[in-house]
């Protein structure tokens, strides 16, 4: 029975340092996503800040006014 416990222990061991490394990896992984949602944050309003209303809107709608249907 000595041994039984031994080994459960060790699988404790093992099972809770895997648990410490997902934790830390994801971890890792929500700070990079908060660093690159600061910097689009930070371009946003440099973008904002430095452009007209016009130029703005063009970029986010690109697509409009570039071709003109006419039918006679």
């Known amino acids: ?35 690159n949602a600061e910097q689009q944050g930070a371009a946003m309003q440099e973008l904002l800040s430095s452009s007209d209303v016009a130029s703005i809107q063009q970029a986010a709608q690109a697509h409009l ?3 003109i249907d006419i039918k006679g």
Do not use: P, R, T
């Open 1 to 35: 029975m000595e041994g039984g416990v031994f080994l459960d222990i060790a699988a404790m061991s093992i099972a809770m340092n895997q648990s410490k490394v997902k934790q830390q990896a994801s971890l890792s992984v929500m700070k990079m996503a908060m660093g």
């Open 65 to 67: 006014g570039k071709h």
